[in-house]
């Protein structure tokens, strides 16, 4: 916390000044590329049982989420905000992670002692890597020819040349590793060993453990500083001690910790390093944070078992699996406007649709989309957020689609028979529609003027003119 010195008066002079300066300078960012949002929790996309991973492709089109207790990987549109396939893998999926070159995705089965390798262009799994064991998480080196694989039961990495699909070392590291986080630079890999209290530093080209330090009892998840954060930190979850400890990412020296709710399992940090949300898995919840000054910020109530947490690559949301819920709960950071759907790419492959290679190219660099996309200075301190959102619709809601310029999501309701339009902005219905016997499925035209609701009971397709409300 920041030391308080000098007169009141003059305190409260210049803090009304700075706020004063900042909001005048965020006015005018934001009329002209994108308006903040005070991040809350605006909808839980239903997925398979029991969902427990989460990770977004570096593009920021769609996410992955692995169902550990029915064997499949739920692919979520971030355009839909709804599962646009599901696909088999291993036994007890845990961690999950899409390559930065976009074309494949692994995926940990931690009872079968294997990782599924998830073809992104035809969302089909072509084959799985044996390693044995217990693989828990996976992280990418950012040119994707190594994955770096936590062990949980033989208390080693797995390494894994991409080009073999191959171990091709095994790094012995402390007791039950389980997080794992690769710096921005691709240099060092970080792992938190659950068993022992400690952190492992592997250096990638040497592929061994140059360091261990200790840490809080029971470590579970870790996350570098983004590159363009204004620090250089790195952020360790301790399970048992309900803290966050953090630590200097250049040369790992100690730099504080703060406290949180009970039991924090996982920590996502927003693309400019601002913000930092703790998953606190027994108080069902989820704790945002300045991940500069270490300040609380708010705290979002979620149903029981919130267990993961991704943050997308460009900041405008968080999703959070939801384990007794079998949802991902989507949480809303920031509006996203032309500026930035210039350069962010288009919705996510389907079946068939591209190659490998096409999906490959068709993505600029990350460092080019960085540059092309303005954010607020480092300077810029997250405001606190308004109260969670509740919107309720129709009887059974189970499926959604929002308008190309996200301004209104349809909402199907199964029991109901009918279809809510809502105002994102708002958070409210502005129309209920009757449509056919038990809708099971909505899609909104590529234009943006027709809804499509298939109607499974009566065997129709409701076909209605979005109006107004696009």
Same mark, same amino acid.
């Given at each position: 916390?920041?030391?308080?010195?000098?007169?009141?008066?003059?305190?409260?002079?210049?803090?009304?000044?700075?706020?004063?300066?900042?909001?005048?300078?965020?006015? #005018?960012?934001?009329?002209?590329?994108?308006?903040?949002? /005070?991040?809350?929790?605006?909808?839980?996309?239903?997925? &398979?049982?029991?969902?427990? &991973?989460?990770?977004?492709?570096?593009?920021?089109?769609?996410?992955?989420?692995?169902?550990?207790?029915? !064997? /499949?990987?739920?692919?979520?549109?971030?355009?839909?905000?709804?599962?646009?396939?599901?696909?088999?893998?291993?036994?007890?999926?845990?961690?999950?992670?899409?390559?930065?070159?976009? /074309?494949?995705?692994?995926?940990?089965?931690?009872?079968?002692?294997?990782?599924?390798?998830?073809?992104?262009? /035809?969302?089909?799994?072509?084959?799985?890597?044996?390693?044995?064991?217990?693989?828990?998480?996976?992280?990418?080196?950012?040119?994707?020819?190594?994955?770096?694989?936590?062990?949980?039961?033989?208390?080693?990495? !797995?390494?894994?040349?991409?080009?073999?699909?191959?171990?091709?070392?095994?790094?012995?590291?402390?007791?039950?590793?389980?997080?794992?986080?690769?710096?921005?630079?691709?240099?060092?890999?970080?792992?938190?060993?659950?068993?022992?209290?400690?952190?492992?530093?592997?250096?990638?080209?040497?592929?061994?453990?140059?360091?261990?330090?200790?840490?809080?009892?029971?470590?579970?998840?870790?996350?570098?500083?983004?590159?363009?954060?204004?620090?250089?930190?790195?952020?360790?979850?301790? +399970?048992?001690?309900?803290?966050?400890?953090?630590?200097?990412?250049?040369?790992?020296?100690?730099?504080?910790?703060?406290?949180?709710?009970?039991?924090?399992?996982?920590?996502?940090?927003?693309?400019? &390093?601002?913000?930092?949300?703790?998953?606190?898995?027994?108080?069902?919840?989820?704790?945002?944070?300045?991940?500069?000054?270490?300040?609380?910020?708010?705290?979002?109530?979620?149903?029981?078992?919130?267990?993961?947490?991704?943050?997308?690559?460009?900041?405008?949301?968080?999703?959070?699996?939801?384990?007794?819920?079998?949802?991902?709960?989507?949480?809303?950071?920031?509006?996203?406007?032309?500026?930035?759907?210039?350069?962010?790419?288009?919705?996510?492959?389907?079946?068939?649709?591209?190659?490998?290679?096409?999906?490959?190219?068709?993505?600029?660099?990350?460092?080019?989309?960085?540059?092309?996309?303005?954010?607020?200075?480092?300077?810029?301190?997250?405001?606190?957020?308004?109260?969670?959102?509740?919107?309720?619709?129709?009887?059974?809601? #189970?499926?959604?689609?929002?308008?190309?310029? &996200?301004?209104?999501?349809?909402?199907?309701?199964?029991?109901?028979?009918?279809?809510?339009?809502?105002?994102?902005?708002?958070?409210?219905?502005?129309?209920?529609?009757?449509? +056919?016997?038990?809708?099971?499925?909505?899609?909104?035209?590529?234009?943006?003027?027709?809804?499509?609701?298939?109607?499974?009971?009566?065997?129709?397709?409701?076909?209605?003119?979005?109006?107004?409300?696009?």
């Amino acid at each position: 916390m920041s030391k308080i010195f000098g007169n009141f008066k003059v305190l409260c002079l210049f803090t009304v000044t700075f706020i004063l300066s900042v909001f005048m300078a965020l006015s #005018t960012h934001v009329s002209s590329s994108y308006a903040f949002l /005070t991040p809350r929790l605006t909808r839980n996309i239903p997925v &398979g049982s029991f969902p427990f &991973g989460v990770a977004f492709s570096p593009n920021g089109s769609y996410a992955l989420v692995t169902n550990a207790d029915n !064997d /499949t990987v739920s692919v979520v549109s971030m355009t839909t905000k709804g599962v646009v396939a599901s696909i088999k893998v291993g036994s007890h999926p845990t961690g999950v992670a899409i390559a930065p070159s976009l /074309t494949f995705a692994y995926v940990c089965n931690t009872a079968s002692g294997n990782i599924s390798l998830l073809n992104m262009a /035809t969302l089909t799994k072509p084959l799985n890597i044996n390693i044995g064991g217990s693989p828990v998480n996976v992280v990418f080196t950012p040119n994707s020819k190594f994955a770096f694989v936590t062990n949980i039961h033989n208390n080693e990495v !797995d390494v894994i040349n991409t080009v073999q699909n191959a171990v091709i070392k095994r790094i012995g590291v402390g007791k039950e590793p389980q997080g794992i986080a690769i710096s921005p630079n691709g240099k060092i890999v970080l792992v938190t060993n659950a068993g022992g209290s400690s952190v492992s530093i592997i250096n990638v080209s040497s592929l061994s453990v140059i360091r261990n330090i200790r840490t809080g009892k029971n470590p579970t998840s870790i996350a570098f500083s983004p590159s363009r954060s204004s620090v250089r930190y790195f952020y360790v979850a301790s +399970g048992k001690e309900n803290k966050i400890y953090v630590y200097n990412a250049k040369n790992f020296s100690f730099i504080t910790k703060f406290k949180t709710l009970s039991d924090p399992s996982s920590i996502g940090l927003t693309p400019n &390093g601002m913000m930092i949300f703790v998953v606190n898995y027994q108080n069902m919840a989820v704790e945002v944070f300045n991940a500069v000054h270490f300040n609380h910020i708010k705290t979002i109530n979620l149903p029981t078992g919130p267990i993961n947490v991704a943050v997308s690559p460009y900041g405008s949301a968080a999703l959070v699996t939801v384990t007794s819920a079998s949802s991902a709960a989507f949480i809303r950071i920031k509006k996203v406007a032309a500026a930035y759907a210039q350069v962010a790419p288009a919705s996510p492959v389907v079946p068939g649709a591209v190659s490998p290679a096409q999906a490959a190219t068709a993505i600029t660099s990350p460092t080019a989309q960085a540059s092309a996309i303005p954010f607020p200075s480092s300077n810029y301190i997250p405001q606190p957020f308004g109260e969670v959102a509740t919107v309720y619709t129709g009887k059974g809601p #189970t499926a959604e689609a929002i308008t190309p310029d &996200g301004k209104y999501l349809y909402v199907i309701n199964t029991q109901g028979s009918t279809l809510s339009v809502i105002d994102v902005a708002k958070d409210e219905v502005v129309k209920t529609i009757k449509v +056919g016997g038990y809708p099971s499925a909505v899609s909104i035209s590529p234009d943006g003027h027709y809804c499509f609701v298939v109607n499974s009971n009566s065997n129709t397709v409701t076909i209605i003119s979005t109006g107004n409300y696009y």
